[in-house]
Protein backbone atom coordinates (compact mmCIF):
# COMPACT_ATOMS: atom_id res chain seq x y z
CA UNK A 1 0.00 0.00 0.00
CA UNK A 2 1.03 3.57 -1.06
CA UNK A 3 2.26 6.37 1.23
CA UNK A 4 -0.66 8.51 1.24
CA UNK A 5 -2.93 5.35 1.58
CA UNK A 6 -1.16 4.23 4.87
CA UNK A 7 -1.18 8.06 6.02
CA UNK A 8 -4.77 7.63 5.39
CA UNK A 9 -5.73 4.16 7.47
CA UNK A 10 -3.84 5.68 10.65
CA UNK A 11 -6.04 9.25 10.65
CA UNK A 12 -9.42 6.56 10.48
CA UNK A 13 -7.52 4.32 12.93
CA UNK A 14 -6.72 7.53 15.25
CA UNK A 15 -10.13 8.68 14.88
CA UNK A 16 -11.78 5.75 15.97
CA UNK A 17 -9.73 5.03 18.96
CA UNK A 18 -9.64 8.61 20.24
CA UNK A 19 -12.44 9.07 21.91
CA UNK A 20 -12.38 12.64 23.46
CA UNK A 21 -14.13 15.67 21.88
CA UNK A 22 -12.54 16.79 18.94
CA UNK A 23 -11.95 20.87 18.45
CA UNK A 24 -15.04 21.81 16.55
CA UNK A 25 -12.61 23.51 13.96
CA UNK A 26 -10.40 21.27 13.36
CA UNK A 27 -13.52 18.84 12.03
CA UNK A 28 -13.71 20.11 8.78
CA UNK A 29 -10.03 20.08 7.77
CA UNK A 30 -9.76 16.18 8.63
CA UNK A 31 -12.81 15.13 6.87
CA UNK A 32 -11.32 17.02 3.72
CA UNK A 33 -8.03 15.76 4.43
CA UNK A 34 -9.76 12.04 5.12
CA UNK A 35 -11.90 12.55 1.70
CA UNK A 36 -9.45 13.57 -0.58
CA UNK A 37 -6.46 10.89 0.31
CA UNK A 38 -9.85 8.46 0.05
CA UNK A 39 -9.76 9.62 -3.69
CA UNK A 40 -6.51 10.02 -4.35
CA UNK A 41 -5.11 6.50 -3.21
CA UNK A 42 -8.76 4.86 -4.06
CA UNK A 43 -8.88 3.00 -0.66
CA UNK A 44 -12.19 2.60 1.13
CA UNK A 45 -12.52 2.37 5.02
CA UNK A 46 -15.09 0.20 7.41
CA UNK A 47 -15.32 -0.47 10.86
CA UNK A 48 -17.74 -2.83 12.47
CA UNK A 49 -18.73 -1.69 16.22
CA UNK A 50 -19.38 -4.99 18.68
CA UNK A 51 -21.74 -3.07 21.33
CA UNK A 52 -23.92 -1.25 18.66
CA UNK A 53 -23.25 -3.97 16.15
CA UNK A 54 -23.28 -1.72 13.20
CA UNK A 55 -21.16 -1.98 10.26
CA UNK A 56 -20.06 1.45 8.18
CA UNK A 57 -18.59 1.91 5.05
CA UNK A 58 -17.67 4.97 4.21
CA UNK A 59 -18.59 6.98 0.62
CA UNK A 60 -15.15 5.70 -1.22
CA UNK A 61 -15.61 2.03 -0.11
CA UNK A 62 -19.24 1.80 -1.11
CA UNK A 63 -17.79 3.22 -4.87
CA UNK A 64 -15.08 0.78 -5.06
CA UNK A 65 -17.86 -1.84 -4.00
CA UNK A 66 -20.45 -0.31 -6.35
CA UNK A 67 -23.21 -0.45 -3.66
CA UNK A 68 -26.21 0.98 -4.25
CA UNK A 69 -27.44 3.96 -1.82
CA UNK A 70 -29.96 2.39 -0.38
CA UNK A 71 -28.27 -0.73 0.48
CA UNK A 72 -27.24 -1.12 4.57
CA UNK A 73 -24.03 -2.47 5.37
CA UNK A 74 -24.18 -5.59 8.10
CA UNK A 75 -21.67 -7.94 9.76
CA UNK A 76 -24.08 -10.84 7.77
CA UNK A 77 -23.54 -9.75 4.39
CA UNK A 78 -19.80 -8.78 5.14
CA UNK A 79 -18.28 -11.94 3.33
CA UNK A 80 -20.38 -11.25 0.44
CA UNK A 81 -17.98 -8.91 -0.71
CA UNK A 82 -15.14 -11.62 -1.10
CA UNK A 83 -14.47 -13.51 -3.83
CA UNK A 84 -15.11 -17.40 -3.23
CA UNK A 85 -11.95 -18.56 -2.75
CA UNK A 86 -11.08 -15.93 -0.25
CA UNK A 87 -14.15 -15.73 1.91
CA UNK A 88 -12.56 -18.77 4.64
CA UNK A 89 -9.53 -16.46 4.48
CA UNK A 90 -11.66 -13.63 5.33
CA UNK A 91 -13.38 -14.99 7.83
CA UNK A 92 -10.64 -15.93 9.71
CA UNK A 93 -8.69 -12.79 9.88
CA UNK A 94 -12.06 -10.81 10.91
CA UNK A 95 -11.98 -13.58 13.79
CA UNK A 96 -8.29 -13.21 14.84
CA UNK A 97 -8.31 -9.14 14.59
CA UNK A 98 -11.63 -9.56 16.53
CA UNK A 99 -9.40 -11.33 19.39
CA UNK A 100 -7.00 -8.79 19.27
CA UNK A 101 -4.83 -9.61 15.98
CA UNK A 102 -4.43 -7.26 13.30
CA UNK A 103 -3.70 -7.87 9.70
CA UNK A 104 -2.40 -6.95 6.72
CA UNK A 105 -3.20 -9.24 3.17
CA UNK A 106 -4.02 -9.13 0.00
CA UNK A 107 -6.88 -10.92 -1.05
CA UNK A 108 -9.31 -11.28 -4.00
CA UNK A 109 -12.45 -9.12 -3.59
CA UNK A 110 -15.52 -8.89 -4.96
CA UNK A 111 -18.12 -5.72 -6.03
CA UNK A 112 -22.34 -5.79 -5.36
CA UNK A 113 -22.45 -7.00 -9.00
CA UNK A 114 -19.79 -9.68 -8.42
CA UNK A 115 -16.93 -8.07 -10.61
CA UNK A 116 -13.73 -9.31 -8.65
CA UNK A 117 -10.63 -7.38 -8.10
CA UNK A 118 -7.72 -7.89 -6.02
CA UNK A 119 -7.34 -5.86 -2.76
CA UNK A 120 -5.00 -4.77 -0.06
CA UNK A 121 -6.40 -5.05 3.08
CA UNK A 122 -5.81 -3.78 6.76
CA UNK A 123 -7.60 -3.88 9.76
CA UNK A 124 -7.30 -3.71 13.55
CA UNK A 125 -8.63 -3.81 16.87
CA UNK A 126 -10.78 -0.66 18.26
CA UNK A 127 -10.21 -0.94 22.18
CA UNK A 128 -12.45 0.82 24.63
CA UNK A 129 -10.36 2.78 28.09
CA UNK A 130 -10.52 -0.41 29.79
CA UNK A 131 -8.67 -1.85 26.55
CA UNK A 132 -11.49 -4.07 26.33
CA UNK A 133 -12.31 -4.74 22.14
CA UNK A 134 -15.18 -3.03 21.20
CA UNK A 135 -14.78 -3.30 17.39
CA UNK A 136 -12.80 -3.35 14.71
CA UNK A 137 -11.80 -1.38 11.39
CA UNK A 138 -9.45 -0.93 8.52
CA UNK A 139 -8.87 -0.23 5.14
CA UNK A 140 -8.75 -1.84 1.60
CA UNK A 141 -7.72 -0.47 -1.33
CA UNK A 142 -8.16 -1.88 -5.41
CA UNK A 143 -4.39 -2.76 -6.55
CA UNK A 144 -6.36 -4.76 -9.45
CA UNK A 145 -3.68 -3.21 -12.04
CA UNK A 146 -0.61 -3.69 -9.56
CA UNK A 147 -1.23 -7.31 -9.09
CA UNK A 148 -2.22 -8.41 -12.45
CA UNK A 149 1.15 -7.21 -13.66
CA UNK A 150 2.59 -9.29 -10.93
CA UNK A 151 0.76 -12.09 -11.63
CA UNK A 152 1.93 -11.49 -15.67
CA UNK A 153 5.15 -11.40 -14.84
CA UNK A 154 5.15 -14.27 -12.87
CA UNK A 155 3.83 -16.46 -15.84
CA UNK A 156 6.44 -14.80 -18.26
CA UNK A 157 8.80 -15.79 -15.74
CA UNK A 158 8.18 -19.06 -15.04
CA UNK A 159 6.94 -19.29 -18.96
CA UNK A 160 10.65 -18.23 -19.49
CA UNK A 161 12.07 -20.74 -16.75
CA UNK A 162 10.43 -23.80 -18.61
CA UNK A 163 11.06 -22.84 -22.32
CA UNK A 164 14.83 -22.22 -21.46
CA UNK A 165 14.96 -25.80 -19.63
CA UNK A 166 12.81 -27.28 -23.11
CA UNK A 167 15.52 -25.59 -25.18
CA UNK A 168 18.69 -26.61 -23.04
CA UNK A 169 17.23 -30.33 -23.29
CA UNK A 170 16.51 -29.59 -26.84
CA UNK A 171 20.09 -28.45 -27.44
CA UNK A 172 21.58 -31.55 -25.93
CA UNK A 173 19.23 -34.00 -27.97
CA UNK A 174 20.55 -32.24 -31.22
CA UNK A 175 24.17 -32.34 -30.19
CA UNK A 176 23.96 -35.99 -29.56
CA UNK A 177 21.92 -36.50 -33.15
CA UNK A 178 24.09 -34.84 -34.76
CA UNK A 179 27.49 -36.15 -33.13
CA UNK A 180 25.73 -39.48 -33.89
CA UNK A 181 25.21 -38.57 -37.50
CA UNK A 182 28.91 -37.53 -37.44
CA UNK A 183 30.25 -40.41 -36.43
CA UNK A 184 28.06 -42.33 -38.95
CA UNK A 185 29.27 -40.78 -41.73
CA UNK A 186 32.98 -41.05 -40.45
CA UNK A 187 32.68 -44.67 -40.20
CA UNK A 188 31.02 -45.17 -43.63
CA UNK A 189 33.70 -42.98 -45.14
CA UNK A 190 36.29 -45.23 -43.58
CA UNK A 191 34.29 -47.85 -44.88
CA UNK A 192 34.12 -47.44 -48.36
CA UNK A 193 38.07 -46.72 -48.38
CA UNK A 194 38.34 -50.50 -47.80
CA UNK A 195 35.71 -51.59 -49.68
CA UNK A 196 36.39 -54.90 -52.22
CA UNK A 197 33.61 -54.64 -54.33
CA UNK A 198 31.51 -52.83 -56.05
CA UNK A 199 28.02 -54.20 -54.78
CA UNK A 200 29.98 -53.20 -51.18
CA UNK A 201 30.00 -49.44 -52.09
CA UNK A 202 27.13 -49.30 -53.71
CA UNK A 203 25.55 -50.21 -50.26
CA UNK A 204 27.67 -47.94 -48.78
CA UNK A 205 26.51 -45.48 -51.06
CA UNK A 206 23.25 -45.95 -49.91
CA UNK A 207 24.16 -45.58 -46.21
CA UNK A 208 25.49 -42.44 -47.53
CA UNK A 209 22.42 -41.15 -48.37
CA UNK A 210 19.94 -41.94 -45.33
CA UNK A 211 23.09 -40.27 -43.32
CA UNK A 212 22.56 -37.32 -45.60
CA UNK A 213 18.80 -37.51 -45.14
CA UNK A 214 19.12 -37.43 -40.99
CA UNK A 215 21.74 -34.64 -41.14
CA UNK A 216 19.05 -32.84 -43.04
CA UNK A 217 15.69 -33.18 -41.19
CA UNK A 218 17.86 -32.48 -38.10
CA UNK A 219 18.67 -29.30 -40.02
CA UNK A 220 15.24 -28.53 -40.70
CA UNK A 221 13.67 -29.52 -37.31
CA UNK A 222 16.02 -26.99 -35.79
CA UNK A 223 14.91 -24.20 -38.70
CA UNK A 224 11.44 -24.71 -38.10
CA UNK A 225 12.22 -24.06 -34.20
CA UNK A 226 13.80 -20.86 -34.56
CA UNK A 227 11.28 -19.33 -36.80
CA UNK A 228 8.66 -19.98 -34.23
CA UNK A 229 9.27 -17.37 -32.12
CA UNK A 230 9.59 -14.83 -35.17
CA UNK A 231 6.29 -15.92 -36.19
CA UNK A 232 4.79 -16.19 -33.02
CA UNK A 233 5.56 -12.03 -33.17
CA UNK A 234 3.48 -11.28 -35.89
CA UNK A 235 -0.11 -9.56 -35.30
CA UNK A 236 -2.72 -11.63 -34.56
CA UNK A 237 -5.82 -12.57 -36.45
CA UNK A 238 -9.65 -13.49 -35.98
CA UNK A 239 -9.16 -16.76 -37.12
CA UNK A 240 -12.31 -18.66 -37.95
CA UNK A 241 -11.93 -22.08 -36.79
CA UNK A 242 -14.29 -23.91 -38.83
CA UNK A 243 -12.55 -22.76 -42.00
CA UNK A 244 -9.56 -23.83 -41.17
CA UNK A 245 -10.79 -26.94 -40.41
CA UNK A 246 -12.30 -27.70 -44.09
CA UNK A 247 -9.12 -26.23 -45.53
CA UNK A 248 -7.18 -29.21 -43.59
CA UNK A 249 -9.55 -31.33 -44.61
CA UNK A 250 -9.39 -30.66 -47.87
CA UNK A 251 -5.08 -30.94 -47.53
CA UNK A 252 -5.93 -34.16 -46.36
CA UNK A 253 -8.90 -35.65 -47.86
CA UNK A 254 -6.74 -38.57 -49.46
CA UNK A 255 -5.39 -39.58 -46.36
CA UNK A 256 -8.63 -39.64 -44.31
CA UNK A 257 -10.92 -41.18 -47.30
CA UNK A 258 -8.32 -44.00 -47.16
CA UNK A 259 -8.60 -44.99 -43.56
CA UNK A 260 -12.23 -44.19 -43.73
CA UNK A 261 -11.71 -41.68 -40.99
CA UNK A 262 -14.85 -39.26 -39.74
CA UNK A 263 -14.40 -36.09 -38.36
CA UNK A 264 -16.91 -34.19 -36.43
CA UNK A 265 -17.37 -30.98 -34.88
CA UNK A 266 -18.71 -28.01 -33.58
CA UNK A 267 -17.76 -24.53 -32.35
CA UNK A 268 -20.56 -23.30 -31.36
CA UNK A 269 -19.11 -22.04 -28.13
CA UNK A 270 -16.03 -20.37 -29.61
CA UNK A 271 -16.08 -19.79 -33.29
CA UNK A 272 -13.33 -17.93 -33.65
CA UNK A 273 -10.12 -16.94 -31.81
CA UNK A 274 -7.52 -14.33 -32.06
CA UNK A 275 -4.66 -16.40 -33.23
CA UNK A 276 -1.91 -16.66 -36.03
CA UNK A 277 -3.78 -18.96 -38.72
CA UNK A 278 -0.63 -21.27 -39.63
CA UNK A 279 -0.65 -21.87 -36.27
CA UNK A 280 -4.22 -23.50 -35.71
CA UNK A 281 -3.50 -24.77 -39.48
CA UNK A 282 -0.72 -26.68 -37.55
CA UNK A 283 -2.94 -27.70 -34.85
CA UNK A 284 -5.75 -29.03 -36.82
CA UNK A 285 -3.04 -30.78 -38.97
CA UNK A 286 -0.97 -32.42 -36.21
CA UNK A 287 -3.34 -33.58 -34.64
CA UNK A 288 -5.80 -35.14 -37.01
CA UNK A 289 -2.25 -36.80 -39.13
CA UNK A 290 -1.64 -38.07 -35.87
CA UNK A 291 -5.21 -40.01 -35.13
CA UNK A 292 -5.42 -41.54 -37.92
CA UNK A 293 -1.59 -42.94 -37.66
CA UNK A 294 -2.10 -44.29 -34.41
CA UNK A 295 -5.94 -45.77 -35.32
CA UNK A 296 -6.77 -48.73 -33.58
CA UNK A 297 -6.59 -51.56 -36.04
CA UNK A 298 -10.26 -52.80 -35.21
CA UNK A 299 -11.94 -49.98 -35.99
CA UNK A 300 -12.12 -46.54 -38.38
CA UNK A 301 -10.55 -43.15 -36.60
CA UNK A 302 -13.73 -41.34 -35.64
CA UNK A 303 -12.57 -37.53 -34.82
CA UNK A 304 -14.18 -34.85 -32.63
CA UNK A 305 -13.31 -31.52 -32.69
CA UNK A 306 -14.84 -28.69 -30.75
CA UNK A 307 -14.16 -25.54 -28.63
CA UNK A 308 -15.44 -24.85 -25.67
CA UNK A 309 -14.64 -22.01 -22.75
CA UNK A 310 -12.40 -23.05 -19.53
CA UNK A 311 -12.47 -20.11 -17.20
CA UNK A 312 -12.85 -17.93 -19.38
CA UNK A 313 -10.13 -19.09 -22.05
CA UNK A 314 -11.11 -20.12 -25.42
CA UNK A 315 -10.06 -23.89 -25.69
CA UNK A 316 -9.80 -26.53 -28.50
CA UNK A 317 -10.35 -30.22 -28.05
CA UNK A 318 -9.13 -33.12 -30.27
CA UNK A 319 -10.60 -36.59 -29.36
CA UNK A 320 -9.97 -39.74 -31.08
CA UNK A 321 -10.46 -43.49 -30.86
CA UNK A 322 -7.37 -44.81 -32.00
CA UNK A 323 -4.18 -46.61 -29.67
CA UNK A 324 -4.67 -43.70 -26.92
CA UNK A 325 -1.19 -43.67 -24.82
CA UNK A 326 0.17 -45.12 -21.68
CA UNK A 327 0.31 -42.16 -19.78
CA UNK A 328 1.90 -43.64 -16.37
CA UNK A 329 4.61 -44.35 -18.52
CA UNK A 330 5.46 -42.08 -21.13
CA UNK A 331 3.20 -39.28 -19.68
CA UNK A 332 6.43 -36.72 -19.29
CA UNK A 333 7.92 -37.50 -22.29
CA UNK A 334 4.57 -37.13 -25.21
CA UNK A 335 6.13 -33.89 -25.93
CA UNK A 336 9.86 -34.52 -26.09
CA UNK A 337 11.74 -34.71 -29.05
CA UNK A 338 11.67 -37.40 -31.25
CA UNK A 339 9.79 -39.53 -28.51
CA UNK A 340 7.72 -42.46 -30.47
CA UNK A 341 5.51 -44.65 -28.47
CA UNK A 342 3.98 -46.82 -31.19
CA UNK A 343 6.80 -48.60 -33.13
CA UNK A 344 4.41 -49.54 -35.75
CA UNK A 345 4.36 -46.73 -37.43
CA UNK A 346 7.36 -44.54 -38.80
CA UNK A 347 7.35 -41.85 -36.63
CA UNK A 348 9.89 -39.23 -36.06
CA UNK A 349 8.65 -38.25 -32.63
CA UNK A 350 8.82 -34.51 -33.47
CA UNK A 351 5.35 -33.19 -34.37
CA UNK A 352 4.19 -32.75 -30.59
CA UNK A 353 7.45 -31.46 -30.20
CA UNK A 354 7.05 -28.52 -32.33
CA UNK A 355 3.25 -28.12 -32.26
CA UNK A 356 3.63 -27.61 -28.31
CA UNK A 357 6.34 -24.79 -29.06
CA UNK A 358 4.36 -23.26 -31.19
CA UNK A 359 1.06 -23.17 -28.38
CA UNK A 360 3.67 -21.93 -25.66
CA UNK A 361 5.44 -19.41 -27.75
CA UNK A 362 1.64 -17.40 -28.20
CA UNK A 363 1.21 -18.03 -23.83
CA UNK A 364 -0.60 -21.19 -24.47
CA UNK A 365 -0.71 -24.34 -23.09
CA UNK A 366 -1.31 -28.33 -24.46
CA UNK A 367 -2.15 -31.39 -22.44
CA UNK A 368 -3.27 -34.52 -23.48
CA UNK A 369 -5.64 -37.10 -21.84
CA UNK A 370 -5.15 -40.67 -23.07
CA UNK A 371 -6.04 -44.49 -22.64
CA UNK A 372 -4.64 -47.64 -23.64
CA UNK A 373 -6.84 -48.50 -26.74
CA UNK A 374 -9.78 -46.34 -26.16
CA UNK A 375 -8.32 -43.12 -27.92
CA UNK A 376 -6.54 -39.16 -26.92
CA UNK A 377 -8.29 -35.99 -25.94
CA UNK A 378 -5.68 -32.98 -26.61
CA UNK A 379 -6.37 -30.11 -25.03
CA UNK A 380 -5.03 -26.69 -26.53
CA UNK A 381 -5.73 -23.60 -24.18
CA UNK A 382 -5.55 -20.52 -26.09
Known amino acids: ?118 AKAIGKPVYDDNKEIIGIQGVFQDISSEKNKELEL ?71 LSSIQITAKRPLETVDIQQILEKVKNKLSGTLS ?3 AEIFSDFSEVPAVDYIPSYMESILENLITNAVKYRHPDRSPVIEIYSILEEDAPCLLVKDNGLGIDLEKYGDRIFNIYESFHTSNNSEGVGLFLLRNKVESLQGSISVQSEVNKGSTFVVKF
Open 154 to 224: LRSLKLIECQNAKLNSFATIITNSMRSHSGNLEMTLELMKGASSLEEKEELCEGLYEISESISNTINHLTE
Open 258 to 260: NAR
Open 1 to 118: MNFLAQKRSKILLHHSENHRATPPDTVPLRNFYYEEIAKLTGSGGWSVDFREKKTFLDAEARRILEIPKDYSASLRTSLDFYADESKDMAASMYLDCSNGHPFCTTLKMQTYSKRQFW
